[in-house]
């Protein structure tokens, strides 16, 4: 058996994969005060419904991979290590002084953030390493072990290093760590020259602080979460998701937390990709998961899923920047537990407050006041409040109008249903922008695309969204109440390697190119001989490359690891220019093209079929209604039908309701949905009535 766990905000999603390769969804709350029980509750509901013991379930499992927020959410609240920063005599000031940008340039009144590492945490070792890689001043040890000795009086839990030019010349660096593990054991430390090989200093500092912030924290989690798996009787192996779309090992994820920063997120698009291929024979699509906490948006561009380098956590320029690639996600404080709330104006928001796990909506019945998008549906007649996760929690219909009467419509001076629909379409609203967002910086159409809903809250006004945005089709898959979690299913044993080397297609040197992508096949052959996948690996190269006028670097694949001759390279020039035309609609064919850095990504499959089918739950096959509010409509009394009481290829025009334990598709008048051979459901959109 193979379990793949998602911890959500409010909800922690676990999908169990059979020995005959049928998979089984479950849901539980998300402890937020001890996560690791959350995963444990999971365990414990997909015990109870397969009939099974915990212990006997685990103890018949292989591999467990875990998609966690832990590590985003202790740098946002600020839970990292007391954590130091080693870097050049005379450059102490890195992160004091970022790398410039401001998002709103005339707002003089934005304070300038404070740095990651404070500057009495910062400390200069004196010895150089200039550009060609040869050492100008020798590295004072005797001064090295006089600053750890400073970092014990100070009680400093992790160290980051960062020394101008260590991506091409190591040594400097590498001895501070033999320094640091004989002088300072026990401590954490990151190199930043074996994280994140870049010429961009304040990204490299950054991010080695991040990482060295994180190695406590995280090494204790995954620490407790492998001890007490064993102890539940599971003897496989643990895997966590990483923020660029793979899995690698818990003692990995340790060694290297900013590997999954954005653990979760990334495995949408994955999921998304396959079922977008699957049902409607596409390769572009909009993976939209929506969670009790967030609405997280993706692409999948020609089957690709596009990852970037500009990673912040909060806003760009005052944020924290990682400057490590992740799958490119956008994130908006918009879900099923997001808090509606009128304003001194009159003007409705939705969010970004959350009910979060606890309290909840008001539905729930645990405390929450405060209405909620899950709270608007129930009023609505979206959500049935005794067929909530198949009738496992019952919800309080009373409570969510009461709520939506006393926080919305009173304020407003509406009736209660209008207050419900206009918290839904506010909510719609601020999920289209992050779609705008992300589409707009990739240079996507949204017509040109299917949008793929994930989440338990995705089909409540997912086709709302889809009819906003111009997309044709939307695609609700039968796992999408645990999107993320099938995705990890799906995902491969990933690992990559980065080299900084420069090169210019005006003068290009093939054999120090060739000799850099040499060692990073290396590198990935190295690891996919010890990933223990029996499966071949594959390897793909990639290119940070710009034209010789400008800054900033674009991704482009490279489409071998070596470069032959004239045509290997004429290929590359082709492909930049149609990478570069896709992002930002031209080309300079007259520019020569420079290369800032190559890596390669080395895939292990862990199975053997690419998707996945999820085991059919009985349902009663009779025709129901509930009567339901649309806003073309009104109130009318809407048919409602369960996903498995449908055929493949069985079609329902809305307005009507698709229910399944995790999950409810509202079909807008307009729209007609149809099932799949994969046991989701497509939705042609049409046009509102």
Sequence with gaps: MRFAVD?????TDLIIEDDDGRCHMFKASTVPSDPVQGVLDALQVGADGMGLERRALLARGSLFIHGTTHALNAIITGRTARTALLTTLGHPDTLVLREGGRAEPFNFTVPFPEPFIPRALTFELAGRIVSDGSELVPLDEAGIIATIARLKVLEVEAVAVCLLWSVVNEAHEERVGELLEQHLPGVPYTLSHRLNPTLREFRRASSAAVDASLKPLMGRYMRTLQQRLTDEGFGGRVLVITSNAGVIDAADAAQAPIHI???????APVAGRWFADADEGISNAIVADTGGTTYDVSLVRRGVIPT????????????????????????????????AWVDSGGLLHVGPQSAGAVPGPVAYGRG???????????????????????????????GAVEAIRKHV???LGIDVAAAADAVLAVATENMVQAIVDITVNQGADPRDAVLVGGGGAAGLNSVRIARRLGCPTLIVPSVSAALSAAGALMSDLKAEFHAARFATTARFDYSTVNAALARLKAQ????????????????????????????????????????????DLADFIADFHLSHEGLFAFSDHASAIEVVGWSATVSCPLRDEPGLQLSSV?????????RAYFAATGWVEAPVRRFDAMQPGESIAGPALLE?????????PGAIATRRASGGISIAIGKAA
Aim: aromatic share 10%; net charge negative; charged share 20%.
């Design 524 to 567: 990935c052959e190295a690891f996919a001989a010890t990933s223990g996948s029996t499966r071949p690996a594959t390897i793909s190269f990639k290119a940070e490359a710009r034209y010789d006028t400008q800054v900033w670097e674009i991704e482009t694949p490279v489409r071998s690891g070596e470069f032959a001759g004239e045509a």
């Design 660 to 668: 399944n334990p995790f999950t409810t598709v509202v079909i807008e």
């Design 618 to 626: 009985s349902s009663p096959v009779g025709d129901r209604s509930r």
């Design 261 to 267: 920063v954005n653990s979760g997120p990334s495995m």
């Design 368 to 398: 929450g006041t405060l209405p909620t998008v899950t709270d608007a549906s129930i009023v609505l007649g979206h959500l049935d409040p005794d067929f909530f996760l198949g009738g496992a929690m019952k919800l309080d219909h009373a």
């Design 7 to 11: 911890t959500g905000g409010t909800f």
């Design 409 to 411: 419509a009173e304020p």
């Design 308 to 339: 970037t380098r500009e990673t912040w956590i909060g806003a760009p320029y005052r944020g924290i920047m990682l400057g490590f690639p992740w799958v490119d996600v956008k994130s908006v404080g918009a879900g099923g537990g997001s808090i």
